[in-house]
């Protein structure tokens, strides 16, 4: 906080022209006195009560200008301060300060809170991810111990790992400002192949047949994003379907493109509430490892997409994903 000379030097450049002006009106009076003749003890009288109105009227407005400088230093010091401790306001200028600086406060304290709710996501989720990335982790450990020939049960595990991964990876990416959505005319039945493929090891594993109708569709997405939605369906419907099952994928009469599984389904009051975060229902109450995520990414997805996402199921018989893709109706330069 300034003292001294300079606090003063600072209340006279705030206050000049009312100075100057003050200053100019005793001269003109002291003139005007010494024009009409009057005696010099009238116009000496009269430079006196200018110096002290002058003084009197100034000390009242430095002592209310310091009181404000004091007060607004103070306040520098913890700048999130309620604006409610900003000093009375005396004109219209410092009224339009206030207005903002409380408008400043309002939008700081509101990004604050955005903050702290995101960090408070990130923990919750990272804290989900850690102990769901433990199990692959553990499972390679056991068959590394065993040394069995056969690795295919490795390779799963690691996939496994490598698709909890991505899943950081494009949370990650879902908040940030800067994602990298190239949207583009895709052939569908080329992006399902590609997520099959990557996924060819624990349908053989688990014995799980594939019906895959191909929908000889072309469609306007970010063949990325579209690729990790497909597997983040299809990594669900392998989840929960017993060994021996059946996974169906195919174009419905409405050009919604299905991925229907043979599973254990979901219970009908957990429909409603599957793509909220974290919430893992009855089936996650089975899987101690689920972490609700997936299907909660998939939603979002599809909005920054344009597509769209429902889920049918029937408690005991499986579950249908219907993924509304689209046709492109605009040509793309």
Not at 18 to 37: D, N, P, Q, R
Not at 63 to 86: N, V
Not at 145 to 152: L, V
Not at 198 to 223: C, G, M, N, P, W
Request: glycine share 8%; charged share 25%; hydrophobic share 45%.
């Amino acid at each position: 906080m300034e003292k001294g000379p300079n606090i003063f030097l600072a209340w006279l450049s705030a206050h000049r022209l009312t100075v100057a002006a003050g200053l100019f009106c005793a001269l003109l009076g002291v003139l005007i006195f010494w024009l009409y003749g009057l005696p010099g003890e009238a116009i000496v009288y009269l430079i006196g009560l200018c110096l002290v109105g002058i003084a009197f009227f100034g000390a009242l407005s430095f002592l209310r200008f310091w009181r404000k400088h004091k007060t607004l230093c103070t306040m520098e010091e913890g700048i999130l301060m309620a604006a409610e401790s900003l000093p009375d306001t005396t004109t219209a200028i410092e009224e339009d300060y206030q207005r903002l600086v409380q408008r400043l406060l309002r939008e700081n304290r509101q990004l604050h809170a955005k903050i702290d709710g995101s960090m408070e996501d990130l923990t919750t989720y990272y804290t989900l991810w850690v102990h769901q990335i433990k199990t692959p982790i553990a499972a390679m450990d056991l068959l590394l111990q065993a040394k069995e020939e056969d690795t295919s049960a490795l390779e799963v595990e690691l996939q496994r790992i490598s698709q909890y991964v991505d899943m950081v990876l494009q949370y990650l990416r879902l908040d940030s400002e800067t994602r990298d959505l190239d949207l583009q005319r895709c052939q569908l039945d080329a992006v399902i192949r590609q997520t099959v493929r990557k996924y060819a090891k624990l349908f053989i594993l688990k014995k799980i047949r594939l019906t895959f109708q191909e929908t000889h569709l072309e469609v306007l997405s970010d063949e990325k994003w579209l690729a990790f939605l497909l597997e983040q369906v299809l990594s669900n419907a392998l989840k929960y379907t017993p060994a021996g099952g059946e996974i169906r994928i195919f174009q419905d009469p409405e050009e919604t493109l299905v991925i229907a599984d043979t599973g254990i389904g979901i219970a009908p009051e957990d429909l409603p509430r599957i793509f909220d975060k974290g919430y893992t229902g009855h089936n996650g109450r089975m899987d101690k490892k689920a972490t609700g995520i997936g299907l909660y990414l998939c939603r979002r997805v599809t909005n920054l997409l344009g597509h769209t996402i429902t889920v049918t199921s029937q408690l005991g018989q499986g579950t249908q994903v219907h993924l509304g893709l689209g046709r492109p109706k605009f040509d793309i330069e």
